[in-house]
């Protein structure tokens, strides 16, 4: 029986499966944007964040598959 993904969202070991394939695909940390490409302050690589979520969202992409916060 096929469920659709949508409906296993409240399922915990599920979200931490996705997250674990989708965090195999990240490859960047925002402070990269500082050490590599020229941002000069943590307000301009907040600005790219910003936009990079904006760019994602606009054309549907899955923010969990391509941004990930990290504390």
Known sequence: MLVPIDSLRNQPHLDKFIDSLADRHLRYYATD??????????????????????????????????IKRLF
């Open 33 to 66: 944007l500082l050490e590599q490409h020229g941002c000069e302050s943590l307000e301009e690589v907040r600005l790219a964040v910003k936009r990079a979520t904006e760019v994602c969202t606009s054309m549907h992409l899955p923010l969990r598959e391509n």
